[in-house]
């Protein structure tokens, strides 16, 4: 299977070199499988094949790639599935941190995917091989509430009222100072880093409008507990935009949060996860049309901390 995707070189992205550019792009692939899709004659600039993965690109080239995923595939696996809510159309899962949602670059097993496809076996096609069922997303050391589609029609109906923002979704987050504001809105556009592929950042390559709203739920010396609402639904949004205003989350080193950390008079390493859960989800029942709300407690590790934090 293999299907053909298209990018537009940015400014800032003339005279990168053709491999770089498009491993910046294709986020779930690595560098040396785009090099061999150049050398298979699978990319080309404009209408022109191109076969070396040195050669630079130039603003405003058009760079099409055949991308190839025959060498993935999304197979069953027995592995734990904490189902918050099942029923003919759709499931409710709570996903642990450090599980990545679905299959790819540097990711072959032990995914979501793997489990849904053990325990649920029937999932909407419209995500593709690779990611069967799958609507929406959480990053792999993130926890917490995803919606899983059983069929296209449900999956189509939940992705529109993803697109619609009808979908609410509620993330507490402990996050590096005390922030002086009980409420906020956190209002920067995000798109990719140029310098990091699988970095996210304000501005950056193809930024979107982002929002986030927070509101405080407990302050601490050294740290804050936020509730985070994302109003739009850009790639690592939250983590990006609490680290554009200097509070990053706690453990969340890829955005600047400090590998140690100080907890009273003790100095530790920091969380081995990001500091990040979704912890609410309101949507509407695409078939029946009823509102539908789930919440999870934090997980243990993540209680285990705050309590650590109260008694220093």
Do not use: C
Request: glycine share 8%; hydrophobic share 40%; proline share 4%.
């Amino acid at each position: 299977m293999s299907e053909v995707r298209e990018f537009v070189v940015a400014d800032e992205e003339s005279g990168t070199r053709l491999d770089i550019f498009l491993s910046r792009r294709l986020v779930e692939w690595s560098r040396s499988q785009v090099q061999r899709q150049i050398r298979s004659g699978s990319v080309s600039v404009g209408a022109r094949a191109v076969l070396k993965a040195g050669e630079p690109v130039e603003r405003g080239d058009r760079v099409s790639i055949r991308a190839s995923r025959r060498e993935l595939r999304a197979l069953p696996e027995d592995l734990p599935l904490n189902i918050v809510y099942e029923d003919e159309d759709l499931v409710v899962v709570n996903k642990p941190a450090g599980m990545a949602v679905h299959v790819g670059a540097g990711v072959k097993s032990g995914t979501l995917v793997n489990a849904l496809l053990h325990h649920i076996r029937s999932l909407s096609a419209e995500g593709g091989e690779l990611r069967p069922g799958i609507v929406h997303r959480l990053d792999r050391m993130t926890s917490g509430l995803l919606l899983v589609a059983k069929n296209d029609l449900t999956h189509r109906r939940l992705a529109a009222q993803f697109k619609e923002r009808k979908v609410t979704k509620s993330y507490v987050a402990l996050v590096h100072g005390r922030m002086a504001s009980e409420t906020g809105e956190i209002e920067t556009s995000v798109g990719r880093d140029p310098a990091h592929r699988v970095r996210m950042r304000t501005a950056g390559i193809g930024a979107r409008e982002a929002r986030t709203h927070y509101r405080l739920l407990r302050r601490f010396p050294q740290f804050t507990l936020v509730e985070a609402q994302p109003l739009s639904g850009r790639t690592h949004q939250i983590r990006v935009h609490f680290s554009s205003i200097g509070h990053p989350v706690v453990g969340d080193t890829l955005y600047r949060a400090p590998s140690r950390i100080r907890v009273g008079r003790l100095e530790r390493k920091t969380l081995e996860r990001n500091f990040l859960h979704a912890a609410a989800i309101e949507f509407i029942h695409p078939r029946t049309g009823q509102a539908m709300r789930f919440e999870v407690p934090l997980p243990a590790e993540l209680q285990t901390f705050l309590k650590t934090l109260e008694t220093s």
